[in-house]
């Protein structure tokens, strides 16, 4: 079975940087996937990154400002964001899952973190 910790959120100003991780127990596979969700508004997708390949993707509002990594070694999987806009503002969550292509819904990852809460203040 795979448990996802998450840390690293917080309350930053406008223009601050972040950075979550997501520790994951078990083995990894797939994707690692970044998500969020503000109230009121669906789940969004952030980015993703393949444990194996280490290719990326990112949702169009983050391009530019945010990475994603992942440390094999470690299980671990990070979301560096720099530039945060109040519009950031949400539950950050992380998933695994997703061993095929695209990778951008929800829907394709089986494992997911408890939430982290971003508020970016203007």
């Known amino acids: 079975q795979v448990q996802l910790v998450e840390s690293g959120g917080g309350l930053v100003q406008t223009g601050g940087s972040l950075r979550l991780s997501c520790a994951a127990s078990g083995r990894t596979f797939g994707h690692h996937g970044w998500f969020r969700q503000a109230p009121g508004k669906e789940r969004e997708f952030v980015a993703h990154?393949?444990?194996?390949?280490?290719?990326?993707d990112y949702g169009d509002s983050v391009k530019g400002r945010f990475t994603i990594g992942r440390d094999n070694a470690m299980n671990t999987g990070y979301l560096q964001m720099n530039s945060l806009k109040p519009e950031d503002t949400a539950v950050y969550y992380c998933?695994?899952?997703?061993?095929?292509?695209?990778?951008?819904?929800?829907?394709?990852?089986?494992?997911w973190g408890q939430g982290t809460q971003v508020t970016v203040s203007s």
């Open positions: 990154i393949s444990w194996s390949a280490g290719s990326t």
């Open positions: 998933a695994m899952g997703c061993s095929g292509f695209g990778c951008r819904s929800s829907t394709e990852y089986w494992y």
